[in-house]
């Protein structure tokens, strides 16, 4: 997961270091550490904690982010920076609104209002260093090649590395893999990963499966998809994905070049049920509300929406959620038209190119919807000169797969259920919201 994907995505990268910069030249002239405070806030005792929950991962030397933020040594010139990007929840990069819909979200690694008062208050007090015996045990950071899932049961790499050069434009490819699997199995983790260093050139991959029966029949369906800032799949219990023997795997890829020659071989692996296990329900990952044909945003226009809609056949639970637009991506929306006609909201959140994050929903609050409920997916566009990502205001935009193109729709997880189901899974619901 990189800013650097794309060449717009760079722009946005570097757009973040600036600003962060600016923040450490402020600071630098604070960098002797602070004098132990009479009260308030330190970062060994109050901003270390938050910074281990929320920032270390990515902010660490060799990691995506641009700089580490292990240790005061490490953190005190950037202090102004941290402070403004967490207040405007830039980052850590979450950008789920969170006055309106679903709540409740699993991994969800964004600050508290106390965090950022606390992280605030440190800073206007001289972002003091505080009592090293305060400081909590560093915590263990996952290897920066680790697989998300765990150590995956099967792999499937693409056939051929792959060279992507200095100066190449953009390519999209469509690369098969066998399987190489001799029996039928369900997935219940599956996660798609670039080589390790060639992160920077893989703006994404969208893995999926064909595979053909006795009669000659055809199926599959989608996988996984890897993009910044997205993680492998692990599904929600009871629910799985069938692969059969014989698959053979599509690897959609979309390779950008960033300056110097760089090499891919990326793979997907598996985590599976044991054999003969057959889970409860099967869990659909799909593209919802897509407007390819009428997205129409005008040169200079702000706020130019665009409506898509997705009718669910039979009772469902909504298991996640994630924005899909492009440079001038500004909002989106998903809500369910329910056949009462009553309308609930089920997430909006804010767009940031650099990130395609997937907003898991926490299995209390997931949403229970019935059959032929329509997913009402609202986008909105700004091709504006406020716009400091739009490489150019004064054209039209469309639908198109290039990132200076756009698009619209959202991701959606989500299983079906019979009714008698539903309702049990109603009233449980209630239940817990009653004790």
Same mark, same amino acid.
């Given at each position: 997961?990189?800013?650097?994907?794309?060449?717009?995505?760079?722009?946005?990268?570097?757009?973040?270091?600036?600003?962060?910069?600016?923040?450490? @030249?402020?600071?630098?002239?604070?960098?002797?550490?602070?004098?132990?405070?009479?009260?308030?806030?330190?970062?060994?005792?109050?901003?270390?904690?938050? #910074?281990?929950?929320?920032?270390?991962?990515?902010?660490?030397?060799?990691?995506?982010?641009?700089?580490?933020?292990?240790?005061?040594?490490?953190?005190?010139?950037?202090?102004?920076?941290?402070?403004?990007?967490?207040?405007?929840?830039?980052?850590?990069?979450?950008?789920?609104?969170?006055?309106?819909?679903?709540?409740?979200?699993?991994?969800?690694?964004? #600050?508290?209002?106390?965090?950022?008062?606390?992280?605030?208050?440190?800073?206007?007090?001289?972002?003091?260093?505080?009592?090293?015996?305060?400081?909590?045990?560093?915590?263990?950071?996952?290897?920066?090649?680790?697989?998300?899932?765990?150590?995956?049961?099967?792999?499937?790499? #693409?056939?051929?590395?792959?060279?992507?050069?200095?100066?190449?434009?953009?390519?999209?490819?469509?690369?098969?893999?066998?399987?190489?699997?001799?029996?039928?199995?369900?997935?219940?983790?599956?996660?798609?990963?670039?080589?390790?260093?060639?992160?920077?050139? @893989?703006?994404?991959?969208?893995?999926?499966?064909?595979?053909?029966?006795?009669?000659?029949?055809?199926?599959?369906?989608?996988?996984?998809?890897?993009?910044?800032?997205?993680?492998?799949?692990?599904?929600?219990?009871?629910?799985?994905? #069938?692969?059969?023997?014989?698959?053979?795997?599509?690897?959609?890829?979309?390779?950008?070049?960033?300056?110097?020659?760089?090499?891919?071989?990326?793979?997907?692996?598996?985590?599976?049920?044991?054999?003969?296990?057959?889970?409860?329900?099967?869990?659909?990952?799909?593209? @919802?509300?897509?407007?390819?044909?009428?997205?129409?945003?005008?040169?200079?226009?702000?706020?130019?929406?665009?409506?898509?809609?997705?009718?669910?056949?039979?009772?469902?639970?909504?298991?996640?959620?994630?924005?899909?637009?492009?440079?001038?991506?500004?909002?989106?929306?998903?809500?369910?038209?329910?056949?009462?006609?009553?309308?609930?909201?089920?997430?909006?959140?804010?767009?940031?190119?650099?990130?395609?994050?997937?907003?898991?929903?926490?299995?209390?609050?997931?949403?229970?919807?019935?059959?032929?409920?329509?997913?009402?997916?609202?986008?909105?566009?700004?091709?504006?000169?406020?716009?400091?990502?739009?490489?150019?205001?004064?054209?039209?935009?469309?639908?198109?797969?290039?990132?200076?193109?756009?698009?619209?729709?959202?991701?959606?997880?989500?299983?079906?259920?019979?009714?008698?189901?539903?309702?049990?899974?109603?009233?449980?619901?209630?239940?817990?919201?009653?004790?």
């Amino acid at each position: 997961m990189d800013f650097a994907c794309c060449p717009y995505a760079r722009r946005v990268f570097r757009y973040g270091i600036a600003a962060l910069v600016a923040g450490g @030249v402020l600071a630098a002239a604070g960098l002797a550490l602070a004098q132990e405070p009479a009260g308030g806030p330190t970062f060994t005792k109050d901003v270390l904690p938050i #910074l281990q929950r929320s920032c270390q991962q990515c902010h660490r030397p060799g990691s995506v982010a641009p700089m580490s933020l292990l240790t005061y040594r490490d953190v005190r010139p950037w202090a102004r920076a941290i402070r403004d990007r967490t207040a405007q929840r830039e980052m850590p990069p979450w950008f789920i609104e969170r006055n309106v819909g679903v709540r409740a979200f699993k991994e969800d690694p964004s #600050l508290t209002d106390a965090e950022i008062a606390t992280i605030g208050a440190w800073v206007e007090a001289g972002a003091p260093r505080g009592n090293p015996a305060d400081a909590p045990p560093p915590i263990e950071l996952a290897d920066l090649d680790d697989w998300r899932i765990g150590t995956p049961e099967w792999i499937v790499e #693409l056939p051929e590395e792959q060279t992507v050069g200095a100066v190449d434009a953009d390519r999209w490819l469509n690369i098969w893999a066998d399987s190489r699997l001799t029996e039928d199995r369900y997935i219940k983790a599956v996660e798609t990963k670039p080589s390790p260093g060639a992160y920077p050139v @893989v703006h994404h991959v969208a893995t999926s499966m064909l595979w053909e029966n006795e009669d000659g029949e055809e199926g599959g369906g989608f996988l996984n998809e890897y993009a910044m800032g997205k993680n492998g799949d692990i599904f929600p219990d009871g629910t799985g994905r #069938l692969i059969r023997a014989g698959t053979q795997i599509r690897f959609n890829m979309h390779y950008s070049s960033v300056g110097e020659e760089t090499r891919d071989r990326t793979r997907v692996g598996f985590q599976f049920y044991p054999p003969g296990h057959v889970p409860e329900r099967v869990l659909i990952s799909r593209h @919802v509300g897509d407007s390819f044909d009428t997205l129409d945003i005008r040169a200079g226009e702000d706020n130019a929406r665009s409506d898509g809609y997705y009718v669910l056949p039979e009772p469902t639970q909504v298991t996640g959620f994630q924005p899909h637009m492009h440079i001038r991506g500004k909002r989106m929306c998903v809500e369910a038209i329910r056949p009462s006609g009553a309308i609930e909201t089920l997430s909006c959140t804010g767009h940031n190119f650099g990130w395609h994050i997937v907003y898991n929903y926490a299995d209390h609050e997931a949403p229970l919807l019935p059959a032929g409920t329509i997913l009402h997916v609202i986008g909105w566009h700004d091709n504006t000169a406020a716009n400091r990502y739009n490489p150019d205001p004064k054209n039209w935009v469309g639908f198109g797969n290039r990132s200076i193109d756009d698009m619209s729709f959202a991701w959606m997880s989500f299983f079906h259920m019979p009714e008698d189901e539903y309702e049990r899974r109603l009233e449980a619901r209630a239940q817990s919201t009653n004790d």
